[in-house]
């Protein structure tokens, strides 16, 4: 359990430890601020102040009804917001799935507000659009997620069957479940789909002006390695890739040692590195 904080008119869960210079940890889907338990202890050993919300509708936080209510730029705003209450003028932003969408979006709207960024899983959103059929494969179950009512119906049927083989029996479904079972929970995680598809596809993005790192695990599902080092041609700064082995999508949880090691020695380096 985190502090509470009302920014963009919700109250949001949000853990802080440590002191130093300020990192956000931004999560994915369909996990909360919980998935990064293992990176908060090691980047406050390394002497960082580390901030971790559980996003709108996700966790503790709480979720709006309305699928509106989880457009990019809005998404955007609660971060941006969130920063404004703590009083950080700029930060060093990481993001995994979602939460590496999001932080691209952050890094091209509001490149003054990020020091350098960590973008896990997920590429730019350009070059998400240009991972060609292997991506667009991958990417069949976001269709799935539009479809209101029936999708929440088949995911949670036979005691959440679906998603376990959806995620392979990852041994996170446990903590999905419990956070997803709750009334509305579900659909505020589909939401973030809902809602973005078309920007995703049809969007116009701008390049990246700040230093970033691209990582990737070789035993991710739903995202392609092509999507990620395509990232290069949209950073117009030092990019960075890195690729981690014997690791599905859910980085943090399967490989901690490896990722803690390339974050603190990524956010550690001078900005201009």
């Not at 929440?152 to 392979?168: N, P, Q, S, V, Y």
């Amino acid at each position: 359990m985190g502090e509470k904080f009302v920014v963009n008119g919700i109250r949001f869960n949000v853990i802080i430890e440590g002191t130093g210079p300020d990192v956000i940890l931004l999560h994915g889907f369909p996990d909360s601020a919980l998935i990064w338990r293992n990176q908060i202890p090691a980047l406050v050993q390394a002497g960082y102040r580390v901030i971790v919300p559980d996003l709108r509708g996700c966790g503790e936080s709480e979720a709006p009804t309305d699928k509106a209510g989880y457009k990019m730029d809005i998404l955007a705003d609660d971060v941006i917001g969130l920063m404004d209450c703590l009083g950080i003028s700029k930060v060093k932003l990481v993001g995994h799935d979602w939460g590496a969408a999001l932080g691209w979006f952050i890094a091209i709207w509001h490149p003054e507000r990020v020091e350098r960024y960590v973008a896990m899983s997920v590429g730019h959103p350009s070059s998400f659009k240009k991972g060609g059929f292997e991506q667009k494969a991958r990417s069949w179950y976001a269709l799935v997620f539009q479809i209101p009512v029936c999708s929440e119906l088949i995911m949670k049927a036979f005691d959440w069957f679906i998603l376990r083989i959806f995620t392979r029996n990852h041994p996170e479904a446990v903590n999905w479940i419990k956070d997803k079972e709750r009334p509305g929970r579900l659909t505020a995680g589909y939401n973030w789909y809902r809602a973005n598809m078309a920007l995703m596809l049809f969007g116009k993005m701008s390049h990246v002006k700040i230093p970033v790192l691209g990582i990737w695990s070789d035993g991710d599902y739903y995202l392609s390695e092509k999507q990620m080092k395509l990232s290069a041609l949209y950073v117009d700064a030092p990019w960075r890739y890195e690729r981690i082995e014997n690791s599905t999508h859910w980085i943090q949880p399967d490989q901690p040692e490896r990722l803690n090691k390339l974050l603190i020695d990524y956010l550690g380096q001078p900005t201009g590195d």
